[in-house]
């Protein structure tokens, strides 16, 4: 087996460190716990197979807890493409949805993601529009990519920036022994101060060791410099919206398609096509075939109105792929019987 010049020029601690294997293996063993009936039918390894099948394949995140969807970088580039792949959709389709629209699609995913992310997103691409406004998938897309991987590391570019606002205004009186006459005094990142910018050079001064600091989870220092290096001066959203425009910024993330291709996805394509039912709906046990949608949802606009069901521990199937669908055949069955029966 060949291994890869990072993995040995890495101690193994270090390795399995930056991987955060002892993450998973840690989230294996309580699902296993959890599980442990049904896993003994089937044995232990078979379902450490399938878990770390489905780590790899970006699948296990589906309709897991958000504490666990941020654990990792990998778990986070595991959701915009989970998020992507399920509601390109509505790119496709032209259509432009309300932030609380997209963060009911968000939740749809991950039922208890957070409301402040999808507005932090939303405001990249508002600016300073209403929040209620139209936006294209694309542009929303892109601009909570930024804001999901990198959000640890944009609040501390909020800090920075804050305080370089506050620094160039004399008139500015912050007292250290009272927070709250710090908030009264200092600038939040709504109010018209933010606009009026800070020096690119300076700014990009204070950038360089918070990217030291946050070696994981901060784009690339080569290409944030880049963004700086175009504009004298900029504000914290213009920032934000250029990290979220630069083509060079998300390919080194990996999660996504270069924006031209994002409604590209013939394979897909293909495949939903011959799943789709007369009545304009999929097929949830025929979806659960697709490997990409394992367990997911469809991104037609009746499913934006639907409620969000209980999440499961796990996004994938610890049970024999043959099993599970029997399973959710006949549970399928079940509830469409009841619903018949009630209307």
């Not at 790119?91 to 699609?105: A, F, P």
């Not at 039922?111 to 600016?127: S, Y």
């Not at 709250?180 to 300076?202: D, F, K, T, W, Y």
Request: contains cysteine; glycine residues 4%; charged residues 20%.
């Amino acid at each position: 087996m060949m291994l890869s010049p990072e993995r040995l020029a890495l101690p193994d601690y270090e390795y399995l460190a930056q991987r955060h294997v002892l993450t998973y293996m840690e989230d294996a063993v309580c699902q296993l716990l959890e599980n442990k009936e049904d896993v003994s039918q089937y044995g232990i390894a078979r379902f450490f197979t399938e878990y770390f099948n489905s780590v790899c394949q970006g699948t296990h995140i589906l309709f897991r807890e958000f504490s666990f969807i941020q654990a990792t970088p990998h778990n986070r580039a595991s959701f915009l493409r989970a998020f992507w792949k399920c509601f390109r959709t509505v790119g496709k389709n032209g259509d432009l949805l309300t932030m609380k629209e997209y963060h009911c699609l968000l939740q749809l995913l991950c039922p208890d993601f957070p409301l402040e992310l999808t507005q932090k997103a939303a405001r990249i691409v508002l600016m300073d529009d209403a929040m209620d406004c139209l936006m294209s998938f694309s542009d929303f897309l892109l601009a909570f990519q930024i804001q999901f991987y990198y959000s640890e590391f944009l609040e501390s570019v909020a800090a920075i920036y804050q305080d370089l606002l506050s620094g160039k205004n004399p008139n500015t009186v912050i007292v250290p022994t009272s927070s709250s006459g710090q908030h009264r005094q200092r600038p939040a990142l709504g109010e018209a101060s933010m606009l009026e910018g800070v020096e690119a050079s300076l700014f990009y001064q204070r950038l360089e060791s918070l990217c030291d600091r946050h070696k994981y989870s901060c784009p690339p220092p080569a290409l944030v410099k880049e963004v700086l290096s175009n504009v004298q001066r900029l504000t914290f959203y213009g920032f934000l919206v250029a990290l979220s425009k630069h083509r060079g910024i998300s390919q080194a993330l990996g999660a996504l398609p270069d924006k031209g291709d994002l409604m590209h996805d013939p394979a897909m394509d293909e495949e939903l096509d011959r799943l789709l039912l007369p009545s304009g709906l999929l097929s949830s046990f025929r979806l659960a075939q697709i490997p990409d949608l394992a367990n997911s949802i469809s991104a037609s606009p009746e499913a934006s109105c639907l409620p969000s069901r209980t999440p499961h521990r796990a996004g994938f199937s610890w049970r024999p792929l043959h099993h599970a669908r029997k399973v959710d055949a006949e549970s399928d069955g079940s509830t469409e019987e009841t619903d018949e029966s009630e209307i």
